[in-house]
Nanobody, 119 residues
Framework: QVQLVESGGGLVQAGGSLRLSCAAS????????MGWYRQAPGKQRELVAT???????NYANSVKGRFTISRDNAKNTVYLQMNSLKFEDTAVYYC?????????????WGQGTQVTVSS
């Protein structure tokens, strides 16, 4: 199993920036993809960005050009740099790790970190 701990959330004004971090521990060698998802009140959880073990990235259209996902393999940490934040970016942000263990795929989740953008 992989344990994920997010940090870096908070309150920021529209147009501001935040950087989220997600530190992975445990069976990190089983991770093949990591990502950030978010869930706003009354809405379903949605993909924000992903990054593979080869650093290939993918972004939701709503964050392209504003958010950047990156990883530091030495620290087993994934980052989400969020710039030009908008009110609609307000949500709980969750870190996700896609793993393969015993030949089966698993999803591990962090506890979430709140991002609030004031208009």
């Amino acid at each position: 199993q992989v344990q994920l701990v997010e940090s870096g959330g908070g309150l920021v004004q529209a147009g501001g920036s935040l950087r989220l971090s997600c530190a992975a521990s445990g069976n990190v060698f089983s991770i093949y993809i990591m990502g950030w998802y978010r869930q706003a009140p009354g809405k379903q959880r949605e993909l924000v960005a992903t990054i593979t073990s080869t650093s290939s990235t993918n972004y939701a259209n709503s964050v392209k050009g504003r958010f950047t996902i990156s990883r530091d393999n030495a620290k087993n940490t994934v980052y989400l740099q969020m710039n030009s934040l908008k009110f609609e970016d307000t949500a709980v942000y969750y870190c996700n790790a896609g793993t393969v263990r015993g030949g089966y795929p698993y999803n591990d989740w962090g506890q979430g970190t709140q991002v609030t953008v004031s208009s």
